[in-house]
């Protein structure tokens, strides 16, 4: 009988094997519920927040954006653009494609456009401008917020001039015509032409500067800053985008450019510049023009073209002193 009764007292003190099993069983399933629970609701929050993510890590790359000068007449449509690229030590900066951006006119009420950046990293709107001629600010921020970018203006932001349409205008080169040199030789921390601020403040008076340059867009804002920091007149910067292709096309450039400025407006009076490719496309929109550092004055298809060596006898030239 002993052995039964020691056989009925270890079936009181444990369980059977089988049922520990489904506790053991029930246990684990509770927890890999509970952290596949928690995996879930991790998952939503994450996919939930992509589009922040994506935005903070927008924010946190360094961009450099260059806000170009837009041109038109009062109240036509017109394109404003802005090209952001990758903000790296010295001068290579890869364009930034696909990337959302908001382009603004400082008008009341203030108008704003998205866009997105194309393969060259520009983003461009339409926009109706206002019907009183002027200047207005403009500008363009990373969609993701404004401290997305580096902005590497300074004194002169980019502005839309709103002009008439009859305004009688003057077209300026600046290297080599304003300045003592080249951009792409010395750098943007050139010396001006001896004269030559006070000359175009004068001109500016009775026409609408528009300074055409053939330097690569990604000195505007310097370009800006170089004119507004010496005295020169607030007025659109009109620069190219440089390519392998186009860097000897000076003339081609600023012949596509004098045509579109024709387009839009009827008065083109004047130009002035320094160069072969200034007197080339000058000539061919039969242009009178001011050659700087030259010294033959002729008629070249239909107009005349000054030689001069002194920025004091331009204003005399074109305004008939």
Known sequence: ?????????GADVAPAPTETMRKDKVLWLSIVGYLALIGGLWGLYRWGSLENQQQVAVAAEKLKVTVYDAITTPGTATTLAAKYEKDLPGPANPDKKGLAVVIGLSTTPVVTNEATTN????????VTPPKE????????????????????????????????????????????TITDGE????????????????????????YAVIYLTARDDMLLNKSRDWLDQHSFPRAPVICRDWTLSSLPATGAFKKRAIAQLKNKFSQIKWAIGNSGGDKEAYAEHKLPHIIIDGEDTEVVNGVQRYGVTDWRKVAKIILGE
Do not use: W
């Not at 009988?1 to 007292?9: D, E, R, T």
């Not at 393969?119 to 339409?126: E, N, P, S």
């Open 183 to 206: 951009a792409a030789l010395k750098g943007v921390n050139l010396d001006p032409q001896p004269g030559a601020a006070t000359a175009m403040r004068k001109l500016a008076e009775k």
């Open 133 to 176: 001629p002027g200047s207005y600010l403009l500008f363009s921020h990373a969609k993701a917020g404004s401290n997305a970018y580096t902005d590497r203006g300074g004194t002169a932001p980019a502005l839309l001039f709103v002009i008439p349409a009859d305004r009688e205008i003057l077209i300026c080169d600046i290297d080599g």
């Open 1 to 9: 009988m002993a052995p039964k009764n020691l056989q009925k007292a």
């Open 119 to 126: 393969k060259d990293g520009i983003a461009t709107v339409a």
